[in-house]
């Protein structure tokens, strides 16, 4: 069965620190990798996508990156603030097949402190 | 622009009793789609509709049903509610079916079933 499995689960930083969030993987054969972030209450909101060829991919202080052939992925956070405290959740894909095929991991609940 | 709305917010039922949430989005997208999100879990997709006039299962359809209404709107029903139904669900657009297009979600209703 595919899965996909974040890690931790739960963080907790400090205002200006950086983290990494991991998400390791088991689809197969991959065809792509998305990242959202679900602030409490509202609908997730996607920050990066990857496909196989593509190893990072960065969208302002989010940094994504992709290792296809361990089947992991990293989402690194730069510079915290108080607004990145959401969950985040990695999404991988099945190549070949439309989004109804796609896996979602459980996400990574992030706390960052003043 | 509203992006993707839902009614209601916040939804109370009793066991055995119906209803219907409703979805609509105007981006002009082909495609909607339904989760659930349940406390500590990740997203589990209920149904699809990959353009108007069709509508597919996802991981979790058994006591639901969908209606494509037309291209904006996407309802979710619930015939005869069960407790294990309690959750947040969620509407999401793309404007395709395709794994690489980003999924707009709604802020969620909240269903409590008693």
């Known amino acids: 069965k595919n899965q996909v499995e974040q890690s931790p689960q739960s963080l907790i930083i400090l205002e200006g620190k950086n983290c990494t969030l991991q998400c390791n993987y088991t689809v197969s054969p991959f065809s792509n990798l998305r990242w959202y972030k679900q602030d409490t209450g509202r609908g997730p909101v996607s920050l990066t996508i990857m496909t196989f060829s593509e190893n990072t991919k960065s969208n302002g202080r989010y940094t994504a990156t992709l290792d296809a052939d361990t089947k992991q992925s990293s989402l690194h956070i730069t510079a915290s603030q108080l607004s990145d405290s959401a969950s985040y959740i990695c999404?991988?894909?099945?190549?070949?097949?439309?989004?109804?095929?796609?896996?979602f991991g459980d996400g990574t609940t992030l706390t960052v402190k003043p | 622009n509203a992006g993707v709305t839902q009614t209601p917010k916040f939804q109370v039922l009793k066991t055995g009793q119906s209803m219907t949430l409703q979805c609509a989005q105007d981006?002009?997208?082909?495609?909607m789609y339904w989760y659930r999100q349940d406390p500590g879990m990740g997203l589990r997709l209920i149904y699809y509709?990959?353009?108007?006039?069709?509508?597919d299962k996802g991981e979790v359809p058994n006591g639901y049903n969908v209606s494509r209404l037309n291209k904006r709107e996407f309802s979710l029903r619930l015939e005869s509610a069960a407790p294990s139904q309690t959750s947040v669900y969620f509407c999401a657009s793309s404007a395709g079916i395709s794994s690489a297009s980003t999924q707009y979600f709604g802020p969620g209703t909240r269903l409590l079933v008693l």
């Open positions: 981006m002009n997208h082909n495609s």
């Open positions: 999404v991988v894909s099945l190549y070949n097949t439309n989004a109804g095929k796609s896996t």
């Open positions: 509709s990959a353009s108007e006039g069709t509508t």
